[in-house]
């Protein structure tokens, strides 16, 4: 068990570090929007490509969230009914939602990966400032890779938390 912990302890910081290129994106379209307006009200022109490269990295800060939430427990799960069940069953339900979760999460990845190499055989770009999207697109399959992997590893412990209680408490003291 305290293996268990080492590992999530080890998890939760990696996704962390991820959660802060979520935060450094959110800065940068703050300060690059702020900087726009401040410009425009004191020169009446705009700074070219705001909107583009707000755009990506909105992309950005959204996926590097997903895993960092996931890792504090801070997407929505319905345990109001769940918690009311027998162990196993609670806890072969929360298992069976969890793989669907893990599915969705890795199709997505697929998706964001077919979208990347779309993109760069494509060459797409922004609107303005012909930025290239790859890059962008990039991260967003590193992120959510990274949140399938998380969702993954908490599924493993739903499935141990089947049979053993002492999972079980771990797993549910994050359950309000």
């Known amino acids: 068990m305290e293996k268990v912990k080492n590992i999530s302890a080890k998890i939760e910081k990696f996704t962390t570090i991820v959660g802060y290129i979520s935060f450094v994106c959110v800065a940068a379209m703050m300060l690059l929007n702020v900087a726009d307006v401040l410009y425009h009200k ?14 990506q990295l909105l992309m950005c800060a959204v996926f590097c969230s997903f895993a960092y939430a996931q890792s504090k427990k801070a997407h929505i799960n319905m345990t109001l009914i769940i918690a009311k069940l027998p162990r196993a069953l609670r806890y072969i ?4 939602m969890s793989l669907l979760s893990v599915a969705v999460a890795g199709a997505t990845t697929w998706a ?11 060459g797409y770009v922004t609107d303005v400032i012909y930025m290239p999207l790859w890059p962008f697109n990039l991260v967003m399959i590193i992120a959510m890779a990274i949140f399938t992997l998380t969702i ?7 499935i141990i938390a089947i049979k053993r209680e002492d999972y079980a408490e771990m797993i549910q003291k994050d359950w309000t």
Not at 43 to 55: E, L, V
Not at 93 to 96: A, C, D, K, V, Y
Request: aromatic share 16%.
């Open 42 to 55: 004191l020169f009446n022109k705009n700074i070219i490509g705001t909107y583009d490269i707000t755009q």
């Open 112 to 122: 964001a990966y077919m979208q990347t190499l779309d993109s760069i055989n494509k």
């Open 93 to 96: 339900l929360f298992s069976l």
């Open 152 to 158: 993954a590893y908490d599924t493993v412990l739903y």
